[in-house]
């Protein structure tokens, strides 16, 4: 009878799982266990219209196994937006290893994992993402040709996703307050990892004054000696007076609760997914005048990154085409301006406008 009601809740989970991908319109999901290993993790295929999907692979101690479907799934549906936003021939795709990214790491784990990888033949291509390091790309290499941003090669694509972080987020100082210089500014990171350092130190390289909170103090001391930013508690982030938040760790930071407390007039970060919903908080924002730089189009430099590698273009390519972003962001702000519509919404149609034109 146990087995039976086992079978049944597994069921019921599947049901789930299906409508979930249902509703956001995934075309794949797969899960992946090795109890050799201690490998848990879920590779999420959004759309590939526009080319293989290609997505970064997060390693996070989530704290229950349906958080870490929702962020691969969110994920995955927000590279189909960013790769098409950015003028890629590349789908969505991300996958999400559930443990902690300081302990559980070891080269089996890895290569155990690229296995998995493999097993798609090329229709998910996987990269650094939260929590992982080119050296556990190199593992999963040793398994799997269908991984971008090795050393040697792109490399690690933090330094590009923080470049068209910088940029765009001067182009919604141009459109906020007429001038694109940053210095003097106060911006708050939230995030001190690969991404925000190489932001703060493009912040503070141009004269603006940086806040930073971390879960990891080793990273806070490292920026706060070589930039010189100022120290925050993790949820005193929230409640500085600063001209620009900068969410650059997980997602879902700028909800109900966030928007009643920040003071920022720009809101511009690395991080995915940072409204928790964006038909509600999306119109929020723009609501109470502050801009919001949609994330999946102001971080897509590491995908730009990714791209360069698998499409075998220089590193110059990547960079002047990280540099564009500071055009499709005043375009994305102006048009919202204009038609009193939140940005979030102008970035999405530009990007299911030109997947809908692949279609035909």
Known sequence: ?????????????????????????????????????GLKAIIAVHNTVLG?????????????????????LRLSRGMTYKNSISGLNLGGGKAVIIGNSHTDKNE?????????????????????????SPQDMTWVNKETNYVAGLPGKSGDPSPVTAYGV???????????????????????????????????KHLTDEGAEVFVTDIHEPSLKEVSTKYGANIVGLDEIYDLDVDVYAPCALGATVNDETLERLKCSIIAGAANN???????????????????????????????NCFAEVDERSSEWAMEKAAQIYDTTLEIVNGSKATNTPTYAIANKMAEDRIKQAKK
């Open 1 to 37: 009878m146990g087995d039976i009601l086992e079978l049944q809740e597994i069921a019921a989970d599947e049901k789930n799982v299906l409508a979930q991908m249902v509703g956001m319109d995934h075309e794949q999901v797969l899960f992946c266990q090795d109890r050799a290993t």
């Open 52 to 72: 293989p999907a290609l997505g970064g692979t997060r390693m996070w101690s989530y704290a229950k196994e349906e958080d870490a479907l929702t962020d691969v």
């Open 108 to 132: 089996a784990l890895f290569r155990r994992f690229g296995q998995f990888v493999d097993s798609l033949s090329g229709k998910y291509i996987t990269a650094e993402d939260v929590g992982i």
């Open 166 to 200: 910088y940029v765009g987020m001067k182009a919604c100082a141009k459109a906020q307050f007429g001038n694109d210089s940053l210095s003097g500014l106060k911006v708050s990171v939230q995030g001190a990892g690969h991404v925000g350092q190489y932001l703060i």
């Open 274 to 304: 940072q409204l928790m919903k964006e038909s509600i908080h999306g119109k929020a924002v723009m609501d109470r005048g502050i801009i919001y730089a949609p994330d999946y189009m102001i971080n897509a430099g590491g995908v730009i």
